[in-house]
């Protein structure tokens, strides 16, 4: 019986990382790590940690180097700029080191937010003008990535919604937890366009082109073009709650206090790369909603 083939996964407690473990553990030999040891499945490593970092992947002999973590928080990262170059660029620069000694592909997680938003959507071809800290530290890994391992998957997801109450940290959890909370009015702004990514799509996408060797770039997130204004519109419908939760749409700067960090208008990705090789298993953000919704939030109202 052949043996199963290993994969390191580091910073792997986040949302991601979850759909990562989950998606890959019955097939896969999985090492997981995270500065954050917050499931049993989890070791601890602090990936910024050259050395350490290198010990550990070294140690585990994997086939291949998955590089999930990073700090998502623009406001963090804006006013943190030195820890979130360290955390999301330089310890991707480890990453590839390591790959590269241990002739491994590496995995590595971009974002939509790397764009200016000034088109209205952008294919894995358009050119990046990131526009604040979070976004330059997160293009400068992906450049790093690009033009110096010798294989790799660069995969960009866009607003990310997986894990559920627990480790979902982004804008589906903020909106569940105000309804959780007894809110029957909800602010949501109309004015930021995107594409939703559902973690466990992202993960099977992610494992396909793994196991099809197609390296390379790609955008990766779910279909249908939306805003924010509009998701949380279906989520409160498809929770039932329509009638009493209203949502009220507001600018941007009702927010700007809070959320000061620059955003770009429009976060929309094609999956055109993925698309034309005929790979794209990412399905239309509200069928994902709703299965998102059905397998962790049962039971959470």
Same mark, same amino acid.
Request: proline share 3%; hydrophobic share 40%.
């Given at each position: 019986?052949?043996?199963?083939?290993?994969?390191?996964?580091?910073?792997?407690?986040?949302?991601?990382?979850?759909?990562?473990?989950?998606? $890959?553990?019955?097939?896969?030999?999985?090492?997981?790590?995270?500065?954050?040891?917050?499931?049993?499945?989890?070791?601890?490593?602090?990936?910024?940690?050259?050395?350490? $970092?290198?010990?550990?992947?070294?140690?585990?002999?994997?086939? $291949?180097?998955?590089?999930?973590?990073?700090?998502?928080?623009? /406001?963090?990262?804006?006013?943190?700029?030195?820890?979130?170059?360290?955390?999301?660029?330089?310890?991707? /620069?480890?990453?590839?080191?390591?790959?590269?000694?241990?002739?491994?592909?590496?995995?590595?997680?971009?974002?939509?937010?790397?764009?200016?938003?000034?088109?209205?959507?952008?294919?894995?071809?358009?050119?990046?003008?990131?526009?604040?800290?979070? @976004?330059?530290?997160?293009? @400068?890994?992906?450049?790093?990535?690009?033009?110096?391992?010798?294989?790799?998957?660069?995969?960009?997801?866009?607003?990310?919604?997986?894990?559920?109450?627990?480790?979902?940290?982004?804008?589906?959890?903020?909106?569940?937890?105000?309804?959780?909370?007894?809110?029957?009015?909800?602010?949501?702004?109309?004015?930021?366009?995107?594409?939703?990514?559902?973690?466990?799509?992202?993960?099977?996408?992610?494992?396909?082109?793994?196991?099809?060797?197609?390296?390379?770039?790609?955008?990766?997130?779910?279909?249908?073009?939306?805003?924010?204004?509009?998701?949380?519109?279906?989520?409160?419908?498809?929770?039932?709650?329509?009638?009493?939760?209203?949502?009220?749409?507001?600018?941007?700067?009702?927010?700007? /206090? /809070?959320?000061?960090?620059?955003?770009?208008?429009?976060?929309?990705?094609?999956?055109?790369?993925?698309?034309?090789?005929?790979?794209?298993?990412?399905?239309?953000?509200?069928?994902?909603?709703?299965?998102?919704?059905?397998?962790?939030? @049962?039971?959470?109202?």
């Amino acid at each position: 019986m052949e043996s199963r083939k290993k994969i390191y996964i580091a910073g792997c407690g986040g949302m991601l990382g979850e759909a990562f473990f989950r998606v $890959y553990r019955e097939d896969y030999e999985l090492e997981c790590s995270d500065i954050d040891v917050n499931a049993g499945w989890l070791k601890f490593l602090d990936f910024r940690d050259r050395d350490a $970092y290198f010990e550990a992947v070294k140690e585990f002999s994997p086939d $291949y180097l998955f590089h999930l973590g990073a700090y998502t928080s623009l /406001e963090y990262c804006e006013v943190n700029p030195d820890d979130a170059y360290v955390t999301n660029t330089l310890a991707v /620069e480890n990453a590839v080191h390591i790959a590269n000694e241990l002739d491994i592909p590496v995995l590595y997680i971009s974002t939509a937010g790397i764009f200016d938003g000034e088109s209205e959507t952008y294919d894995d071809w358009d050119q990046p003008r990131p526009l604040g800290v979070y @976004a330059r530290s997160k293009y @400068a890994g992906e450049r790093f990535v690009v033009e110096n391992a010798r294989r790799y998957l660069v995969c960009r997801a866009g607003w990310m919604m997986g894990a559920g109450p627990e480790k979902d940290k982004k804008f589906i959890q903020k909106i569940m937890g105000q309804i959780k909370s007894g809110a029957d009015e909800l602010f949501v702004v109309n004015d930021k366009l995107g594409t939703p990514t559902y973690t466990v799509d992202f993960a099977r996408n992610v494992r396909l082109l793994l196991e099809k060797e197609v390296w390379g770039l790609y955008n990766m997130v779910c279909g249908g073009m939306t805003g924010r204004f509009e998701v949380a519109s279906e989520l409160v419908r498809m929770l039932g709650l329509a009638d009493r939760v209203a949502i009220k749409a507001v600018g941007s700067d009702y927010f700007k /206090e /809070e959320y000061f960090a620059a955003r770009p208008p429009s976060e929309r990705l094609v999956d055109r790369k993925l698309t034309l090789r005929g790979l794209n298993v990412m399905r239309d953000w509200r069928v994902c909603l709703r299965e998102y919704l059905d397998d962790y939030y @049962a039971g959470y109202l």
